[in-house]
């Protein structure tokens, strides 16, 4: 018999599958919807965006246009209100080269108008100031010279030679001799001299009574007592015929 050869099996998708795959997918674009959807819930509003300087007006706006011109406005008067280089350099903030000409007639004008506000100001300073004799009278200018006056000062406040010889010979005269006795005699004063006191009256002899003892508790009084024991037995020197005079609390 001859070989009978089987054909091979192929398997065709289902309606019943096809059904499937359709509701899946309807169910992930469906998830995918709401989500979409619950985030462009929650963005936040234009109003809120510029305010935080997140996003801005694009270039064509007219917010966009006012602000620019603004800020040409600003820096226009910033710009005219700044001082010119002649007068930098008539003020000592710029250096003034060699080779740097002032000839202009702005600049002459410039000038001549900054030396004669110089010179005003400086007759008004000089015309304020107290003559010689005010400030002497207020002891803050002494006559005659100030040097020559501190040259003086100084060599007076320095001892000469004479003096420190002379010093020096009163010290050794005053010094007590090998020969003199050690022995000092005491002298008592035969009057007797009487001070003036309070009456009884007049005074209290009752203990402060913000006194510290006063707020001393039982137990900073025993931690106390127990300290100066210590110290009795320990560091204090004691004569030895003393010891049992020696009080402990």
């Known amino acids: 018999m001859a070989d009978v050869q089987m054909a091979p099996q192929v398997n065709h998708p289902s309606i019943g599958d096809g059904l499937d795959t359709q ?10 919807v709401s989500d979409l959807g619950r985030r462009l819930s929650t963005r936040i509003d234009k109003v809120e965006l510029e305010s935080r300087g997140i ?10 246009e006012k602000d620019k011109e603004s800020a040409r406005e600003k820096l226009a008067a910033k710009i005219g209100q700044r001082p010119s280089k002649v007068d930098l350099k008539l003020r000592n903030i710029l250096r003034v080269e060699s080779s740097d ?3 202009g ?3 002459h004008l410039e000038k001549a ?35 020559s006056s501190a040259t003086k000062q100084q060599e007076a406040d320095c001892p000469t030679r004479s003096d420190l010889v ?10 007590p001799a090998p020969d003199d006795p050690d022995i000092q005699k005491v002298i008592f ?22 006194a510290t003892f006063r707020k001393l508790t039982p137990q900073l009084k025993v931690s106390i007592r127990e300290e100066l024991n210590a110290f009795k037995k320990t560091e204090m020197v004691v004569h030895e015929e003393s010891l049992r ?5």
Request: one cysteine or more.
């Open 23 to 32: 509701a899946r997918n309807q169910e992930e674009m469906e998830k995918i």
């Open 55 to 64: 996003w801005r007006d694009p270039e064509g706006s007219p917010q966009r």
């Open 101 to 103: 000409s002032l000839t």
């Open 105 to 107: 007639s702005s600049s």
């Open 113 to 147: 108008s900054s030396i004669a506000e110089r010179s005003q100001h400086i007759k008004s300073c000089l015309k304020k100031r107290p003559d010689r004799s005010e400030l002497m009278a207020r002891n803050i200018m002494k006559g005659g010279d100030l040097a």
């Open 166 to 175: 002379a010093s020096l010979d009163a010290k050794i005269r005053s010094r």
């Open 189 to 210: 004063c035969e009057t007797v001299e009487v001070m003036p006191t309070f009456r009884k009256s007049e005074y209290s002899r009752k203990p402060d009574p913000t």
């Open 245 to 249: 005079n020696t009080c402990f609390h």
